[in-house]
């Protein structure tokens, strides 16, 4: 664990990266606190999910139904399925989490951050200490908001009045951006993102972004396809001349 | 709703996810060995197209319908500066501040 914070000291843009969003979702993390309790249901119901799901986008959807007086089946289906991506996650980030106790606790904090956060790092032991540092962090900063939100009520319940909503998309893409200039990636990640907008209206919520993985097969196809000219080696000169 | 009731789903939903997220790690410590490049490759390939299905998702759309103007622009203005490798920090601040400073002037 200290040759993680020893490569976070040693790359302070990175913490400061890391830093700023904790402090996002901390905001967030407020926000639901605030909005759950706002909503009539017991104050520790947002805590309790806070620290054992620790997945925001399913906390959202699980409250919103049993608030709605959805049964708890469904809400527990819901986000589940909203859930679901961690599994695919898993496989990318397995190797950066040891074993153990390590292991748990690394599969715990696993979030769309630190995935994000550490398919942008160079290097291994940068990927490791970038998924840990964000793991941790956002752990402690959204559980410290949600507390701070249940009990503190209504100072920031509409984070869309301060773009917190149009700041997390942009934070996956920036962090995302790096790899797409690989031209096999890049196919596959617009015929994902068309296929869950396009059933994004007919399937439930986490069912469409699943469904993006079928982009990948169209990285497969291309490369087969382009297998004799060796697209790996020609394609970053390319894009090199582009610029 | 009972708060036994309520418990019990917030402990199904926990383990179900955390099912989800150990599964990973632990299938693929079981392939170690045989784990080729290319299918290193494909798995860092899914993650990313999975990342930027949540990008567009969560920039475009909001509970299945369109997000409006202000997301989108916040989000695209972000995209831009990320591209002509802006620091981080700028990315996100300038996202967020174009998204918030759109909504003052009364745009959805």
Redo the contacts between chains.
């Keep these: 664990m200290r040759s993680i914070w020893r490569t976070i000291r040693s790359s302070p843009d990175l913490g400061r990266d890391i830093a700023l969003v904790c402090a996002a979702d901390a905001l967030v993390g407020l926000s639901f606190g605030a909005i759950t309790v706002g909503a009539g249901l017991p104050v520790w119901l947002p805590m309790l999910l806070s620290l054992v799901v620790f997945a925001g986008a399913a906390q959202f959807m699980f409250v919103g139904l049993i608030a709605s007086g959805g049964n708890p089946v469904t809400a527990v289906a819901a986000g589940l399925l909203v859930n679901a991506r961690h599994l695919p996650f898993g496989f990318t980030v397995g190797d950066l989490l040891g074993r153990g106790w390590r292991r748990v606790v690394g599969s715990h904090i696993m979030t769309d951050e630190s995935v994000a956060f550490a398919l942008a790092q160079p290097d291994h032991a940068r990927r490791r200490a970038a998924y840990w540092a964000v793991g941790v962090g956002v752990f402690v900063c959204w559980n410290l908001g949600v507390l701070a939100g249940a009990f503190g009520g209504t100072v920031v319940t509409d984070t869309d009045r301060l773009g917190l909503d149009a700041a997390f998309p942009a934070v996956l893409l920036a962090l995302v951006l790096p790899s797409l200039r690989d031209p096999a990636t890049r196919r596959a990640a617009a015929a994902g993102a068309v296929i869950t907008l396009v059933t994004t209206p007919f399937l439930p919520a986490g069912l469409p972004v699943l469904l993006a993985l079928a982009g990948v097969l169209l990285a497969l196809s291309g490369r087969r396809g382009g297998a004799t000219s060796s697209p790996s080696s020609s394609a970053p000169e390319s894009s090199e001349a582009a610029r | 709703?009972s708060?036994p009731?309520?418990?019990?789903?917030?402990?199904?939903?926990?383990a179900?996810?955390?099912a989800?997220?150990?599964?990973?790690?632990?299938?693929?410590?079981r392939m170690s060995v045989s784990v080729s490049p290319d299918v290193e490759r494909?798995?860092?390939?899914?993650?990313?197209?999975?990342?930027?299905?949540?990008?567009?998702?969560?920039?475009?759309?909001d509970d299945?319908?369109p997000?409006g103007v202000?997301?989108?622009?916040?989000?695209a203005v972000?995209?831009l500066l990320?591209?002509r490798r802006v620091?981080?920090?700028l990315?996100?601040?300038?996202?967020?501040?174009?998204?918030?400073?759109l909504?003052l002037l009364g745009v959805p």
Excluded: C
């Excluded at chain 2, 009731?5 to 926990?14: D, E, G, P």
């Excluded at chain 2, 494909?42 to 759309?61: K, N, R």
């Design positions: 709703m708060w009731v309520l418990v019990a789903a917030v402990l199904v939903l926990a179900g996810t955390f989800f997220r150990i599964a990973g790690p632990l299938v693929r410590e494909l798995v860092a390939i899914g993650a990313v197209v999975l990342l930027a299905a949540l990008v567009a998702t969560s920039a475009l759309l299945g319908g997000a202000a997301r989108p622009a916040g989000v972000g995209g990320a591209w620091p981080f920090v990315i996100v601040v300038a996202a967020a501040g174009v998204a918030a400073g909504r």
